[in-house]
């Protein structure tokens, strides 16, 4: 099956051209009006995303709510879809949340997402004033929490093995806890070349 071919609209892409697109595994995310099309996360990416949100789920008070891979908008040009979020919003069911809405920010690193992840991503979040941002990575098991410093810019707070934090969400978790059973088992299979 093929992709359709996108026409880029006239003055870039907007928050307005990602509503029009049908729902889809795929991560759609904007900057300054140029499209980044992501392949879904792998299983284990998923795995760990989801325990997090069950785990945070279990803790968060009202009014937060725990979700995962919504996206925020920082402006009509400027997307991104962390992998898990807590929010304070009046509409946690909606399928995007403002800056202001957003308490803590959660991604998970995948092969070819660091600078993403450890540079871009927590730069935009501080910028806007998203007061945590938690950045995993799955090897090792390991977790570096950051808070918002002085000026637009995060400082770390913690990092290693365990998640042991009291705000927004009082929560002490071991990241290793998060990983299913058949983590680090090997590769896997091959993709066979087409035509064969």
Known sequence: MTEPVLTIPDGGWTVDDLDAFPESHRRYELTDGALTVSPSPSSLHQFVAGHLL??????????????????IRFGRQLTRIPDVLVVRSPQPERHWFAPSEVLVAVEIE???????????????????????????????????????????????????PRLSVSEPVIVDIAIAELLPRWAGRGKGPTVPEQGL
């Open 54 to 71: 069950m785990r945070l789920t279990a803790v968060a008070p009202e009014p937060l709510a725990v979700t995962q891979g919504v996206e």
């Open 110 to 160: 995948s092969p070819g997402s660091h600078l993403e992840d450890r540079a871009t991503k927590p730069a935009l979040y501080a910028r806007y004033g998203i007061p945590h941002y938690w950045r995993i990575e799955l090897q090792p098991p390991l977790v570096s929490v950051y808070g918002i410093g002085q000026g637009d810019c995060y400082q770390m707070t913690g990092a290693g």
